[in-house]
């Protein structure tokens, strides 16, 4: 049975040391921690044993984790787990994007979304590039800190400027993008919050790297 969260008033000393650690070292806000917990113990196990029978794709052999009071005994305690190769070559053949697509591609997420890291945008945009198709990709990000719904106006101007893309081959840029999506405020509300210039860090910079 599921017990909710403590709030931070009943919660001890050492428990809420434990959890500032936690949260310090894989770099995400508290709200979001319940969920990438339940994500981590149902969602991995189905994949292991309902699709992979038995394989675990998922391995922390060599991360060193940091951003704790002392990385050196946080790191000799955390439990070790090496990937399956036939599991991990397995899931990645499932689920592992190529790039391969021909079509235009316009795609937004929040800056600041606690769910799908922004950074994980750079290992697609890499990955369009490595297939040759970096020209049918256009990234936009917004000021945003939440994963599931961007502002009206937001949708409404990234699907204008698909629409026009797709009709007439006029690859869109960010910051028209933003500028539209100004315009449409006054028929879908206020909410635009377009970063043009924002281009995401690679995803080693915030998630620990793993030993291939």
């Known amino acids: 049975m599921h017990r909710p969260a403590l709030e931070a008033g009943p919660r001890s ?115 369009m590039a490595a297939a040759g198709n970096a020209a049918h990709l256009v990234q936009t990000f917004t000021d945003e800190h939440e994963h599931s719904y961007p502002a009206d106006p937001e949708y409404a101007a990234l699907m204008q400027a698909l629409l026009a893309w797709v009709a007439d081959a006029s690859r869109p840029t960010p910051q028209p993008v933003a500028e539209r999506c100004k315009a449409l405020e006054a028929a879908f509300g206020s909410g635009c919050r377009f970063v043009p210039g924002h281009r995401p860090a690679a995803l080693d910079q915030r998630v620990t790297p793993r030993a291939p």
């Open 13 to 127: 000393a050492e428990q809420q040391r434990k959890l500032d650690t936690l949260l310090a070292v894989v770099r995400i806000p508290e709200r979001s921690l319940i969920g990438h917990l339940t994500g981590a113990t149902w969602h991995f196990q189905d994949i292991v044993f309902k699709r992979l029978a038995g394989g675990n794709p998922f391995g922390n052999t060599g991360a060193q984790y940091v951003g704790s009071d002392d990385d050196a005994a946080l790191n000799a305690k955390v439990l070790r787990y090496r990937a399956d190769a036939q599991g991990a070559a397995r899931f990645a053949a499932d689920t592992d994007p190529t790039g391969r697509i021909e079509l235009p591609v316009l795609t937004v997420l929040a800056i600041g979304d606690p769910v799908a890291f922004v950074e994980l945008d750079s290992v697609f945009r890499d990955t």
